[in-house]
């Protein structure tokens, strides 16, 4: 931790030269944690978008540290100063990392140390998260909290959890959903515990509790309904999440009150039923776990399983082809930004022809195959509990945003069982690689806009 901590810092040292002042979304984001530090609480920014947990927290850190080292003048809240804030939630973010994983596969006595180590070294520089770590986004901070709320609910701090479920909140409003996350970890753990005595009861070993049939599904679904419609149940399920409804409760309060979920800039932060946002997340997944989801192995199980379940797979098909015919959205920021890389994405791929959309289809289908085939050592009420979280998350979203798959990846890949030592070390050299990259881009390939003398760097 210490090691990736000095080794990060020299990389901020870097970045910092080569771009002093704010950039892109900074611009918006520093000016306004710079008036909070200045004690200008009730100045906003109408186009900032989220609640201002980021600033409220740069403050928090900036202004002791001031005091404490005789800080004065522009220096205490400079650009450089405030991004230093998002290194130090890297560093949490390693940390919260390793205990996540010791935690969720702590039955896995299979596993060592260093192979743990190993997989929270490179979930660190999860490439998407990593480059934000250098500028004053809400990202790191995002996540940290999440994950931190994450591990309170796993070692069963409920009251906790929430608490930083709010924090969550605070940085990011998209966050509530992994704070409902956390609560249907409670209750995915009592479903299955009652469908194992269920099953028990009937002695009935051809149900399985994890994958089956479609009629294995169906009796599932309606064990769940059983369950649920039962106020007894619904009371021991309430009073083990009451936390979370308090805060969901708070959720809709605030949207409520603030007339929807975005704080400014509504306009061009419209939500909307984009279907092909899963798809894109999950095209995304296999991009960054190929080690994982792209094996000869995988692609020999799928092809059986395509030979095996015809009818369920042109059917998923014909469903796929509808939502992306019907619910595909392009936002103006797509098309207009040259800066981010979903603009090349879009244009040397989507754009070349107005049938790739559509032809794309098989890839989406193995993909989510794949993704769902890493998932399945987790229970069926888990799966289900976290796909609805993974819809509510990336399916509103009407701009296409490597950043708003930060945490559902994070989760995903967290929860999947160890791969071996080789699939691991091939994640992390592939980080590394797209990494440099991704920063050689930022700082050494500078460009001008013809109507304007600042310079543009390319970014995630």
Request: glycine share 4%.
């Amino acid at each position: 931790m210490s090691g990736a901590f000095l080794l990060s810092c020299l990389l901020f040292a870097a970045v910092n030269r080569r771009q002093r002042g704010p950039y892109m979304d900074e611009a918006f984001h520093v000016p306004q944690a710079q008036a909070y530090c200045h004690g200008r609480f009730l100045q906003w920014d109408p186009m900032i978008t989220t609640l201002p947990g980021l600033y409220l927290v740069s403050v928090g850190v900036v202004k002791p540290a001031a005091w404490l080292f005789g800080w004065t003048g522009s220096v205490v809240c400079s650009a450089g100063m405030l991004r230093f804030i998002n290194l130090l939630f890297s560093a949490g973010n390693f940390y919260l990392l390793y205990l996540l994983l010791c935690k969720i596969h702590h039955k896995n006595k299979a596993v060592s140390g260093f192979q743990r180590i190993l997989s929270t070294l490179t979930l660190a520089m999860f490439p998407t998260l990593y480059f934000f770590t250098f500028l004053y986004y809400t990202d790191p901070g995002s996540v940290f909290f999440t994950l931190f709320a994450y591990l309170m609910c796993l070692y069963g701090n409920h009251k906790t959890a929430a608490l930083l479920g709010f924090c969550g909140f605070m940085f990011r409003q998209t966050n509530i959903v992994w704070a409902v996350f956390c609560a249907g970890n409670v209750v995915a753990e009592k479903l299955n515990e009652a469908w194992k005595t269920e099953l028990q009861k009937k002695k009935d070993e051809k149900i399985s509790s994890r994958k089956g049939s479609f009629s294995d599904l169906m009796r599932i679904l309606q064990f769940l309904i059983e369950y649920l419609i039962l106020p007894k149940n619904l009371v021991t399920l309430t009073a083990l999440t009451w936390p979370y409804i308090i805060l969901v409760a708070v959720f809709f309060v605030f949207v409520f009150v603030n007339g929807g979920i975005v704080v400014g800039d509504r306009s061009s932060h419209e939500a909307c039923l984009h279907f092909p946002q899963l798809f894109y997340f999950l095209s995304f997944t296999v991009f960054f776990s190929f080690p994982h989801l792209l094996t000869p192995t995988k692609i020999r199980k799928f092809l059986l399983s395509l030979r095996n379940h015809p009818v369920q797979y042109s059917l998923i098909a014909i469903i796929s082809l509808l939502l992306i015919w019907k619910f595909t959205y392009v936002h103006k920021y797509l098309l207009a930004d040259n800066r981010h890389y979903t603009f090349y994405v879009w244009r040397k791929v989507f754009q070349r022809h107005e049938l790739v959309k559509y032809v794309l289809v098989p890839v989406y289908i193995f993909a989510g195959w794949s993704f769902a085939d890493t998932l399945k050592s987790k229970s069926i009420f888990w799966i289900l509990m976290y796909f609805v979280c993974l819809l509510a998350v990336t399916v509103p979203q009407k701009l296409l945003e490597f950043r708003y798959f930060i945490l559902p990846f994070l989760i995903y890949r967290l929860n999947i069982p160890f791969p071996s030592l080789y699939r691991q070390l091939l994640e992390l050299v592939f980080y590394i690689v797209v990494n440099a990259v991704t920063f050689h881009l930022f700082l050494n390939r500078t460009f001008q806009w013809p109507n304007s003398d600042e310079i543009q760097r390319f970014m995630w």
